[in-house]
């Protein structure tokens, strides 16, 4: 029986590529799919483009991980699948010829996918009455947020959440390597599947398990012991950890991973990552199906092999998801740190000093957060602030956060830290060195019709 | 009435989609799974949350997974680009669910302990009646 394995190669641009490389090497699999794009990544190398046209998309796809070994994969037909075009799939694409021409790899096939970022269509669609109502607010009574009318003015980049069709065209003529913008990181692994078992576009149930296989495998590590809270001390070999694979037939979808790696592969580590941002599990919303795990079952197969069953499919929204990166304001990270005696009652007393000079000063934030490293700027307010933790704690980092949509507002704390290592309350040391403004990136969630993409596949041969 | 912490028969993960956050949880061992539906319920976690998250929780129950979702709304500080959370993603709303004390009753307990659960070291399931 036709069996075919993917392997998920990367969990967002930062990832390491050494399990990619290694499961080129040793790895029994006919597809490699790499997701580099997490939500805000798009609106980041936009700005990057903005900057320098030839920027904006991952390099290091080519220079890392294709450098290390493109020319094993397409020696051993392995094909790969990438959204490292980000916000500039035409330089990811100039990128991989100038490294195949270098490589000498003739004929090498590189597929890639357009029509992803409609910036240029906004006016058109406001025009003809599309009101890009927000995702945010979805299944909440809450109603606050923000309108497109307010951010529309103010926008990085506008990108839809694009399918596997156009993908799967690529990889049906002969594609070595397929590169997308903002696909969705799951349709990168259904793309494969779909082409090699002729899963028609309306088949939901297949759709979904395609859909389902991605998703354990778009996260890289997290999908195989990485990031794994039933029992982190149990996975082996961790700074080899191995990335999962998926190995799907037309009665069967099981996950396992390379051979000689780290990391682990157990009923608990894939149901983690099961259900990990699904939302609803019976209404899994995707371009290409509406996923329906509510019924799905995980079981252990054997030594680092779990095989999925139980997932529906159902017929796919009409409309695609828009993620809209825009300019929201300015923020600054100011911190100090503190050590026993007293270190969370000295490093309190030293952001009310703080905060009291910041308003002698006239600060005008939109927003501030004051929270103590070593006690509770994690789990908030639910964290252990008994008098018996506070008063034995050894150490604690003060760190005051200020958002601003006014820069120099934001700004006007900088110089107010330092002082108080000589002038405020005992024992303060600075920590990470003085804080800079930073630029606030926002998204706004909506959704377009389907009929207002035109995704279209190309193929350059080297 | 003993209590423990959810941690000790539960695990999961935390995401985020927006101001979202999406903590699945499952039960370490099936028989833990009635247990975890009884005590971790939306009212409860809204409740152990307060403020820190803003808007509605809902569950969603996955049976056959002896799992579920919980999806809580504003929960993020305005979310990954604009939260000035130290932990903007929420990385660690899963551990902070993990860490609500639920009850179990003596006999519960009891079992618990028999089947090879591990409670949090220097943690007393009793000391609230101490």
């Not at chain 2, 927006?18 to 499952?26: L, P, W």
């Not at chain 2, 130290?86 to 006999?107: P, W, Y």
């Amino acid at each position: 029986m036709k069996k075919i394995a993917i392997g998920g190669g990367q969990g967002f641009w930062g990832d390491s590529p050494d399990a990619a490389i290694h499961m080129i090497r040793k790895a029994d699999i006919q597809y490699l799919a790499c997701d580099y794009l997490a939500e805000l990544t798009l609106s980041i190398m936009a700005r990057q483009k903005i900057k320098d046209p030839t920027k904006g998309f991952a390099p290091d796809f080519v220079t890392r991980l294709l450098k290390e070994a493109g020319r094993e994969a397409f020696e051993k037909k392995i094909r790969i699948v990438t959204n490292a075009g980000g916000m500039n799939v035409q330089g990811c694409v100039d990128s991989i010829k100038s490294w195949a021409e270098a490589e000498n790899l003739k004929g090498y096939k590189i597929g890639y996918v357009t029509g992803d970022d409609i910036k240029d269509k906004i006016p058109q669609l406001i025009a003809d009455g599309w009101e890009f109502p927000s995702m945010d607010t979805a299944g909440s009574n809450d109603t606050s947020g923000v309108r497109f009318e307010d951010i529309k003015d103010k926008i990085y980049n506008c990108n839809a959440y694009i399918g596997h069709e156009q993908i799967q065209k690529a990889i049906a003529d002969g594609a070595d390597t397929v590169i997308t913008g903002r696909a969705a990181d799951s349709a990168l692994f259904l793309a494969p599947f779909a082409h090699e078992f002729g899963w028609a576009d309306d088949d939901w149930d297949n759709l979904a398990r395609g859909i389902m296989a991605g998703h354990l495998l778009e996260c890289g590590g997290q999908g195989a012991g990485g990031n794994f809270m039933y029992d982190w001390r149990s996975v082996p070999d961790m700074e080899h950890l191995g990335f999962p694979i998926a190995e799907i037939t037309e009665d069967t979808f099981e996950i396992t991973k390379a051979p000689d790696c780290g990391g682990l592969i157990t009923e608990q580590s894939v149901k983690e990552q099961f259900l990990y941002e699904v939302l609803d599990p019976a209404n899994y919303y995707t371009p290409d199906v509406n996923v329906d795990i509510s019924h799905a079952t995980v079981t252990q197969k054997g030594e680092n092999r779990v095989s999925v069953g139980g997932i529906k499919g159902n017929e796919r929204p009409d409309t695609i998801k828009l993620c809209v990166g825009y300019h929201k304001g300015w923020k600054t990270v100011s911190m100090l740190s503190f050590a026993w005696p007293d270190a969370y009652e000295k490093a309190r007393y030293c952001a009310d000093v703080i905060m009291k000079k910041m308003q002698e000063r006239g600060m005008k934030a939109d927003d501030v957060h004051i929270s103590f490293i070593g006690l509770d700027s994690l789990h908030l307010g639910v964290a252990d602030k008994s008098p018996e933790t506070i008063a034995r704690l050894n150490e604690c980092v003060m760190r005051i956060a200020v958002f601003s949509e006014d820069k120099a507002e934001c700004a006007k704390i900088i110089p107010e830290i330092s002082p108080l290592q000589l002038n405020g309350p005992q024992g303060a040391s600075f920590f990470g060195g003085r804080a800079h403004v930073q630029e606030v990136m926002a998204l706004y969630p909506t959704v377009i019709p389907r009929d207002a993409l035109k995704v279209e596949s190309h193929i350059l041969t080297v | 009435m003993p209590r423990i912490y959810l941690y000790d028969i539960a695990h999961g993960r935390s995401g985020d989609k927006g101001d979202t956050s999406n903590v699945c949880v499952f039960a370490r061992k099936p028989e833990y799974y009635d247990i975890i539906l009884r005590e971790a319920t939306p009212e409860n976690l809204k409740n152990y949350f307060g403020d820190m998250v803003k808007g509605d929780i809902t569950r969603y129950e996955v049976a056959s997974l002896n799992g579920m979702n919980f999806v809580m709304h504003h929960a993020l500080g305005g979310g990954a680009t604009m939260s000035l959370r130290l932990d903007s993603l929420g990385k660690s709303m899963g551990s902070a669910v993990m860490r609500m004390k639920i009850n179990v009753s003596k006999e519960e307990l009891e079992s618990l302990l028999e089947s090879g659960v591990k409670l949090m070291p220097f943690e007393d399931p009793y000391a609230e009646e101490k």
